[in-house]
């Protein structure tokens, strides 16, 4: 069992920066695992934001390219949305997940319905 932890949401004006993480914990997780970044607005489709697998090649949204940037740091096992430029639409609960299989190697054709496992969520509230 995988547990996941989001945390570095807030409110902040547009224009601004925020970086989250998602620390990952669990005997059945290891860095061979690609991770993931989605969002839910109100009333809204949970929504694909980036990805990145365990050799570190990376997929985002076109909405985010550019602006959004995912890593990872597997010594602690953690993964991270920094994001830059941020606007109103951007305001969502953002989620962080983990591929529900190893060793996928690239992450262009990554969705949801490949990752089994799922934080609880950090709020990002972007004002105009």
């Known amino acids: 069992q995988v547990q996941l932890v989001e945390s570095g949401g807030g409110l902040v004006q547009a224009g601004a920066s925020l970086r989250l993480s998602c620390a990952v914990s669990g005997r059945t997780f290891s860095s061979t695992y690609a991770m993931g970044w989605f969002r839910q607005a109100p009333g809204k489709e949970r929504e694909f934001v980036a990805a990145i697998a365990y050799t570190s090649s990376t997929s985002y949204a076109d909405s985010v390219k550019g602006r959004f940037t995912i890593s990872r740091d597997n010594t602690k096992n953690m993964v991270y949305l920094q994001m830059n430029s941020l606007k109103p639409e951007d305001t969502a609960v953002y989620y962080c997940?983990?591929?529900?299989?190893?060793?996928?190697?690239?992450?262009?054709?990554?969705?949801?319905?490949?990752?089994?496992?799922w934080g609880q969520g950090t709020q990002v509230t972007v004002s105009s």
């Open positions: 997940a983990v591929d529900s299989i190893p060793w996928r190697r690239i992450v262009d054709d990554i969705g949801r319905a490949d990752f089994g496992s």
